[in-house]
Structures are given as C-alpha cells and as structure tokens.
C-alpha cells in the first residue's frame, strides 16, 4: 500500500524540481537524515553505496530489496524532506522491478533511481563495468513507470554507458530511457565538465527533455565541480552520496587511533557532537512531554 507520506513527498520533490537546482546529500542511516534535514537540504538520497556500507557490504549489488526497503523506511520515518533511494538495477528483471517500486513506495519514498549495469554491479566509478541491452533496461524502466500507484513517484534512469560504449551511445541511451518513462537522467562518472555539457547538448538536441542528474562523488571520475558549475552545465539533481559517509567513518577512525594511543576521549571533547546537540537533534524532550501527557491522561481515567 502506497505510504501518504510519500505521495505528499514525491509531489513535494517535483515542485522543488520545478523551482530550483536540488542538491541531495546522501544519508546511510536515519540520524544522518535528520543531521541533512537540520542542515536545510531540501531533499535527500538514500545512498545503496551508504546502505550497503552501513551493513558492512561493498557496493556490488548484494543488499536484498526487503534490505533496501526496510533501511529506506526507518530514513524516510525520521524526516519529512523527499528522499530518492538507489535502486542498484531494479532487483532483477521487469516483473521483479514493479515490485520494487512498489515496496519504495511503500516505504515512503518520493523516487528511485535505477541504472542499466548488469549483475553483479560494481560501483560506477570503478573499472570492469558492464550494461545490460538497451532494450532490457528500456523495458525495466516501463515496468516501473507502470508499477508506480503514484504518477508523481519519481523515477531516474542511470547509464554507465560512457566508460563502456562511449559518450555518444550514452545519449542514445539516455533517450531511449525518457521515452520508457524515466523522469529523469543521470549519466554516470563522466570525466570532465566539457563531457557533462556535451551530453546535455547532444541529449536536446535528440529531443531528450528531462532533467539531469550529476554525480559529484569523491576520490571518482568525475572531477571536483560544484553545484553553480554543475547548474551551468545543465544539471538539475546534484547527489552527494557517500560524503557523510567518508567524513563519518574518517572520524571514527580517528577516534579510535586516540582512544588507543591515549587511553581516554578527554583530547577529543571539543571535535564532538555533545549530549545536548544530539538529544536536540533526536527530540528527546518531545518525548519526555510526550510520555508525560501520556501518564497524566492515564492517572486522570484512573480518578474517575
């Protein structure tokens, strides 16, 4: 059954599309949602590469979608910003890609993305890639579209066709993919701003009219462009998708060097999230007033 949440949220993030460049920082775990969201971001995106992480996983395609769509759930439960989760490559073929969209919608989800990779999928910025037939993904992206209870429920196709067939076949592609129903593109780990602008231009003048996703990811392909450059080349989604992530488990790891050096936190204090900052962020006085009208409503049945 399609989450209200999520309709209000898909039909949000198209309105936010409609008025502005969207810039999605990638969360792996709810507190990370609410950290995007306190921050003001106007949408998020559910990283597979983060899930995957955050469950000990590389990225190549080895969450289950029960997996994906039970960590979806618990981000989109903690926020009421859209989130747009990556779908990896639908979890198989058509029929197995209509489900998926429906457990996302389920979840609460305003989109997905899915990309034309075959399995087992690798990360878009490594060598080694492979894609599947035009005509396949073409056929999963109309299972999706058609799956979907919601028409706003949001849908991007991926090709990581560059490093694998060429510039020029990604933009095929990439039309292909919005005459299947795809709401939007996202071509994967292009090499340089003139490669971004040149898949732009070359997809309009195809007729391919959607808007376009670019992926600034770190240490990748794809060189270090910022949002406003990203916006002059034509791009209307900007993901951040593991930033939070690398900066995080950095820090951790710092940590602990301290902790193992030192035998004490004590130096650490100052760099930290204090108890006050993180019992705001997670409402924890909500819940103390919560709990408390809660026992006051009982002990007032209980006089009667």
Known sequence: MRDERGTRRARRFRELLDKQTLILPG?????????????????????????????????????????????????????????????????????????TVKEFEAAGLAGMQIEDQEMPKKCGHLPGKRVVPTDDMAGKIRAAADARQDPDFFIIARTDARAIEGLESAVRRARIYIDAGADAIFPEALESADEFRTFARHLAKEGGKAPLVANMTEFGKTPYLSVAEFEELGYRLVLFPVTALRMATQAVDEMLSELKTRGSQRGLLERMYTRTKLYDLLRYADYEQWDRRVHSTEDGHANR
């Open 27 to 99: 969360a792996f775990n709810a507190l990370t949602a609410m950290q995007i969201e306190r921050a003001g971001f106007h949408a998020l995106y559910v990283s597979g590469a983060g899930m995957s992480a955050a469950r000990g996983l590389p990225d190549i395609g080895l969450l289950s979608l029960t997996e994906a769509a039970y960590d979806s759930a618990t981000i989109t439960k903690a926020v009421a910003i859209p989130a747009i989760v990556d779908a990896d490559t639908g979890f198989g073929p058509p029929l197995a890609v209509m489900r």
